[in-house]
């Protein structure tokens, strides 16, 4: 019998990153996830065969120590989701913008080197295994007053790629999932008005935002044995946002 399979899951608090460890689980692997705070894992204690693990992927340390839990408590990986990141509006001209844009790339691009460098090695030694880094539609287009978080989703496509090149031969598979527009807290807790929502959705071919379920179910495909031959990919789960070449805009919403 086939050893149960172990997952890793960053940016497990919330959104993408929870769907993505409870779908995980659901299919049988068992799950460590992580999030910079216990408490934003406080969902963990509800389900058997998923671990809480308090790490800052921007952290060196922090990363060593999530791999080797994974290892020390199961005795393998199969799957890291790389998958936390964070996003703020920078403008140019603000006095913050350089301090916003260094912290921005900490987690987003740096938090993608830290986790291939500790998990590749682990899954190379185990016989192979598979890297799914979350960047975003962000990475392929730019948004106005967020050069920083652009920068960053781009960096992260571009290392995955790189890393996919460099752990092929030893059986690593690194692919990218670009979410386009999400219905996670960030756009649905406030912080986003109405209006903007409504626009947002208007722009996007399939006019909805995503589940955080649906980027779970592309996140396992990547992950998953269905995917064996694909590295180095970059899968746009976008609703058709980036099928657009910006021109004009989509069609309004047919009617029968």
């Not at 006019?207 to 992950?223: H, K, W």
């Not at 694909?230 to 021109?247: H, K, R, S």
Request: net charge negative.
């Amino acid at each position: 019998m086939d050893p149960t399979p172990v997952a890793l899951v960053t940016g497990a608090g919330a959104g993408i990153g929870e769907a993505t460890a409870r779908l995980l689980r659901e299919r049988g692997h068992v799950v460590l996830a992580v999030d910079i705070s216990p408490e934003a894992l406080s969902w963990v204690d509800s389900v058997d065969g998923i671990q809480a693990v308090a790490a800052d992927v921007s952290s060196e340390a922090d990363n060593a120590a999530m791999v080797r839990t994974a290892v020390d408590s199961y005795g393998r990986l199969d799957v890291a989701v790389l998958n936390a990141g964070i996003a703020r509006r920078t403008h140019w001209e603000a006095e913050d913008a350089v301090e916003a844009y260094d912290r921005i790339m900490a987690v987003n691009a740096r938090g993608v080197v830290l986790g291939v460098r500790h998990a590749a090695p682990v899954m190379a030694e185990g016989g192979g295994g598979s890297i799914v880094v979350v960047a975003s539609t962000s990475g392929v287009r730019a948004d106005p007053e967020r050069f920083a978080y652009n920068a960053s989703k781009a960096a992260a496509i571009n290392l995955a790629r790189a890393a996919a090149l460099d752990w092929a031969a030893r059986g690593v598979r690194v692919n990218v999932l670009a979410p386009g527009p999400t219905s996670t807290a960030i756009l649905q807790g406030g912080k986003v008005s109405p209006e903007h929502l409504a626009e947002l959705t208007r722009n996007i071919p399939l006019q909805r935002m995503a589940r955080p379920e649906e980027q779970a179910e592309a996140i396992c495909f990547l992950a998953s044995p269905a995917a064996s031959f694909v590295t180095g990919a970059v899968l746009m789960c976008d609703g058709g946002i980036t099928a657009n070449a910006g021109i004009f805009p989509p069609p309004p919403l047919l009617t029968a």
